[in-house]
């Protein structure tokens, strides 16, 4: 069973960055692509980045892009999402992603199969 981990919430302030970790365990984990999300209050879960399986191919969200960088680490089992230039409405839960074995970088929650138990992250103006 595959298992992912997140860490590196917290509280930043306007302006400020952010680094999370998602480590991954019980399965090969360059067979996966790796994705973000986050859901803030009230708001369904939206894409952030996506990263493919070995790290080739990037996606970010239109909202992110620019101030955001997903990479991930194949001989750690961990991939990053670093999040510069904070604004308020950054404030979520961030979860980590991932999916088996697909050929292209995927951007909808329903295209992922396993998930993280979430990070929250609270920025402050």
């Known amino acids: 069973q595959v298992q992912l981990v997140e860490s590196g919430g917290g509280s930043v302030q306007y302006g400020g960055s952010l680094r999370l970790s998602c480590a991954v365990s019980?399965?090969?984990?360059?067979?996966?692509?790796m994705g973000w999300f986050r859901q803030a209050p009230g708001k369904e879960r939206e894409f952030v980045a996506a990263?493919?399986?070995?790290?080739?191919?990037?996606r970010y969200a239109d909202s992110v892009k620019g101030r955001c960088t997903i990479a991930r680490d194949n001989a750690k089992n961990t991939v990053f999402l670093e999040l510069n230039s904070l604004k308020p409405e950054d404030t979520a839960v961030y979860y980590c992603?991932?999916?088996?074995?697909?050929?292209?970088?995927?951007?909808?929650?329903?295209?992922?199969?396993?998930w993280g138990q979430g990070a929250r992250v609270t920025v402050s103006s």
């Open positions: 992603a991932a999916v088996r074995r697909v050929p292209n970088i995927v951007t909808y929650p329903s295209d992922y199969g396993y």
């Open positions: 019980g399965d090969t984990f360059t067979l996966y692509t």
């Open positions: 990263i493919s399986r070995s790290g080739g191919m990037t």
